[in-house]
């Protein structure tokens, strides 16, 4: 079964507009963390932000800000006050966080291109 | 180091060959993770290793991939009798070992720049 989902097709985005990105996950596991990173034509992977399942607050970091709705299984990263640099792909992923202590893989969604117009 | 370090950049090679990817992590970072992604799509997990213990090697998609790692150091994926479904950049990323009941469990993953492989 798919575990993170991205559905949206390639989004358009004008600049200095806000934009949000979609992201639903599926999980039986109550611990879990959730992800958002940024890949430009570059190729490097970039974190942006990261939502643990017990945290009470929506978490934020500068201009990116997640919105987790843990009923839904959704956390949406939106981007306030686009740029030109924020054309790039953005993946959604989790960490399911085993009983052992131990780090877990983090598994991906297929991510979602986001263009930024001038 | 400062960041994560893999080798060689771009790998072009004839089908049937072997490959070695090789990955260096960022010191003190215990995790180290391959992951696969073919162009214009998501991150496919390879592999995970966490220091001492037994290797997570569940995203391996065939015998002909293999992975090793010397202690808290060096990685390397080896890629036997390549196939063109093979090419694909190959990254490979580490973090420090996570605490189950830190409340976390936010060990970032810091990637490396990837490994491009072309299979002729």
């Known amino acids: 079964a798919q575990k993170i989902t991205q559905t949206q097709p390639g989004m358009f985005v004008q600049e200095k507009e806000a934009v949000t990105l979609d992201c639903t996950y599926d999980t039986s596991d109550p611990s879990y963390g959730l992800f958002w990173y940024k890949q430009p034509s570059s190729g490097e992977m970039i974190f942006l932000i990261y939502?643990?399942?017990?945290?009470?607050q929506n978490a934020t970091e500068g201009r990116y800000s997640l919105n987790f709705q843990k009923a839904r299984k959704s956390a949406n990263l939106v981007i306030s006050a686009s740029q030109l640099g924020d054309s790039a792909m953005y993946f959604c992923?989790?960490?399911?966080?085993?009983?052992?202590?131990?780090?877990?893989?983090?598994?991906f969604g297929k991510g979602i291109t986001l263009s930024v117009r001038p | 180091g400062a960041g994560v370090s893999q080798s060689p950049s771009n790998k072009v090679t004839e089908k049937g060959k072997d490959v070695e990817l090789r990955c260096d992590p960022i010191?003190?970072?215990?995790?180290l993770y391959w992951y696969r992604q073919r162009l214009g799509q998501g991150l496919e997990f390879l592999i995970y290793f966490q220091g001492n213990s037994a290797p997570d090697k569940s995203g391996l998609p065939s015998d002909r991939f293999s992975a090793e790692r010397t202690g808290e150091s060096v990685s390397t994926l080896t890629i036997q009798r390549t196939q063109q479904e093979d090419s694909a950049v190959y990254l490979c990323a580490s973090s420090t070992p996570g605490v189950w009941g830190s409340g976390s469990g936010a060990n970032v993953l810091t990637f490396g720049a990837g490994s491009r492989l072309t299979v002729l």
């Open positions: 992923a989790m960490r399911e966080i085993v009983r052992t202590g131990a780090n877990s893989k983090l598994t």
């Open positions: 939502q643990g399942s017990y945290d009470q």
């Open positions: 010191s003190g970072h215990t995790a």
